[in-house]
DNA sequence: CATTGAAATGGAAGCGCTTTCATTTTAGAC
DNA sequence: GTCTAAAATGAAAGCGCTTCCATTTCAATG
């Protein structure tokens, strides 16, 4: 249905309309909205006034449209079950959105196609810029987002070829730290419970930093000794228990994601079983609950937020055409408590 | 600054470069796109054939401004730092993007000034639908959703004026069952540690469910045996310690949010008290460490996910114009576990 | 008071798509 | 073959904004 013209306007005001109540030229609205140094005060006291008069808001679609801008930034996470990258994206959210940017999120599951619909769907949407998790997809999808001139960063991870703008940290390194200090404790008979690692760089990395660290002292990681589930704190259990239920138990527990290490300790606790007595356990991210659990957990603390705030400001600079110094791995930290010992 | 030459030349394919590719019109395009019905197998051959040899996405923004419709659905979450709104979120989302939408989201840190920002920008965004948590906001809010016409939702709360379509449950009912809970149990000796009543009317509900519901039965709760923090499981630590260390101790705590009944009993362990022998401890939502922890913690379990994809089911028929039954409160549980028991 | 460069304003042309309405094509019936 | 309704297609007009370029106004100078 079509009004006509006058009264019957229910809808949304234009900027056309608070020209029009503000007796100055379309044109001399957009510039109050976009560069306000441009207009003369007395101008801009009548828009203002129009504007609240009118209740006006901007049309953002309209504005991408003409100037091929969107203010959304994209991303896409694993998941959201857990606050581990809900963290991120929180400091991510913030510090865009104080530079005037939206942001357009998705969870895909640990879903690789169902990853790249959604990167689709933000690039039709004219995201500005995309924060993506890990380094696992396709290489077409890189290819798409450079055509589109899209500026993206990848974090929780560092891309080894140099291929791609990273913020994150090396998780093969920490994994490695961590190895290490359990071997320095001691150890030899090594378990790991890991999350699926195909598909998922994170994971991939940490199992060779594990494998790789043993073996340069001439260890290794049994193949049954190296469990893959889906994440969470049920499946730490059964992979524990799974683990300590055989005759040749391990001393020490890698665990690729915290909470299996929580998963562990609980099941320990059911099972009577000592940690770290018996058995050491390591963590991987330092939650919340890693410094308040009993035992509390040893493991190694990632840069949740730092990634976020970073990965922002990158991205925000990079669209003011800024040149940007291509970011350094960012440092991770073993924060030694109380879940490891000396194998008895 | 960024002028014509630095980043415009997308050089993205517009429509009509797929149109001509094709050998049809523009708006034979459209239709494909829109309603493929419209379109004769042999145009749809063609044209599917162009739109792979282009790479042609379409553009969001032109599509917006043309139908005004978006496609995207806005919310606002308080926080993600727990997450206990991501299991909402990412329930909420999956159901959208099925349906074709997509998630813009912003948090507000508990910050009501925020929150209005957000949602003006995502009017301006022109959202087609909202999702919002709880009901502490300005009318002039729902007043700017009701004349753009935009659907909206609001979860974690339910209107007793039923003027705002909700999606949740009551939390004066949830916060009364476990008060009502406890006094059977023996208790007459209150403390409550609770999140920030101003601007939050889940917190104030749960609050008030407690008060009504102890007046019943002729107790209350002493004014210093109410505690008001910032969500966290320190301030339930901190709470939790200040509360016990008094001469006049309270036989049981009813914690308004989950992370401080953890603190609560993380503290607990530490002082060498005695959960739930000295003092009982109850939570609110049932989280996933609610099981695991020991003593296992007595909780009202709140439908986080449902309440996500109904949320979005709603929001979705109401999108298809479908007359969509006012929704029925949702129902909550008690969980009785370890944490309490009589007062001795 | 002209003069002049800078500041402030306006006009008009699209951005890429959908919508409306008009036209052409097709297929089935006579 | 002709006729007709249905199916398929097209032409053109915007959606609300920004951009480019042209014009007007202003303030300060000689």
Known sequence: MKTSESITNKNSPTMGDVAKSAGVAPVTVSRYLNDPDLVSKRSKEKIAEAIRQLNYVPHAAARTLASKRSRMIGSIVPSLDSSLFGRTIEVFQSHIS????NLILASNNYDVE????H?????SHGVDALLMIGNSRDESI??????????????????????????????QEAASSITNYLMDLGHTKFAMIS???????????????????????GLS????????????????????????????????????????????????????????????????????????????LTTVRTPQQQMGALAAKYLIAKLNGEEVPLPKPLGIEIIVRESCAPPF
Chains 1, 2 share one sequence.
Request: charged share 25%; net charge neutral.
């Open 98 to 101: 104080t530079a005037g940017y």
């Open 114 to 117: 169902k990853e790249r619909e």
């Open 119 to 123: 990167i689709n769907q933000m690039v």
């Open 142 to 171: 890189y290819r798409l987002l450079q055509a589109k001139n899209i500026p993206y960063v990848l974090t929780w991870t560092i891309d080894s070829n140099q291929e791609h703008p990273c913020i994150g940290f090396s998780n």
């Open 195 to 217: 999350g699926h690692i195909k598909n998922n760089d994170r994971a991939y990395d940490r199992l060779k930093g594990v494998r790789d660290t043993l073996a340069e002292r």
């Open 221 to 296: 990681l049994a193949d049954d000794n190296f469990i893959e589930r889906p994440f969470g704190v049920e499946q730490g259990r059964d992979a524990f228990r799974l683990l300590m239920s055989r005759p040749n138990k391990p001393t020490a527990i890698i665990c690729g994601s915290e909470p299996f290490a929580y998963g562990a300790i609980f099941e320990g606790k059911k099972m009577g079983i000592d940690i770290p007595k018996e058995v050491s356990i390591t963590g991987f991210d330092d939650m919340w609950l890693a410094s308040n659990i009993t035992p509390s």
